[in-house]
């Protein structure tokens, strides 16, 4: 295959990746109770990684329903005040890295970035950065 090619391949996987992304996120915003309760759902999918376990103090049987609690994200009226939704959202990201769907357990390497970069949202899920 010639480079021109392979570029206007790229270029075209490129905007298609763009196409499903625009699409996929259409809609209203989701609650941040929803937001906040698929972080939590990510942290604590097993086997848990070992910021969540030794950050928070909780292994794969009592991590969801701590942190829920902790962080009062179990209410469905739950809005965000600190950290922000926007600072959440933006530390939510390396969460989702291995795909969109809550099955997939995020990547350890991600997880403990998020505890890295993201202390805030450490602390107000109750643990220690």
Do not use: N, W, Y
């Not at 915003?29 to 759902?41: G, S, Y």
């Not at 769907?101 to 505890?115: G, L, N, R, T």
Request: with cysteine; hydrophobic share 40%.
């Amino acid at each position: 295959m010639s480079v021109g090619r392979m570029t206007d391949t790229v270029r075209r996987v490129r905007a298609s990746v763009a196409l499903l992304c625009l699409v996929g996120c259409s809609g209203p915003a989701a609650p941040d109770a929803a937001v906040c309760r698929d972080v939590v759902t990510r942290l604590c999918t097993e086997p848990l990684c070992e910021p969540v376990a030794t950050s928070f103090s909780v292994d794969g049987g009592t991590c969801e329903a701590t942190l829920l609690q902790r962080s009062g994200c179990h209410d469905d009226g739950f809005m965000f005040s600190t950290p922000s939704r926007a600072e959440f959202l933006d530390c939510r990201i390396p969460l989702l890295r291995q795909g969109p769907s809550q099955k997939i357990h995020p990547a350890c390497a991600d997880v403990a970035e998020v505890f890295l970069v993201c202390p805030q949202v450490v602390r107000f899920f109750g643990g220690t950065p």
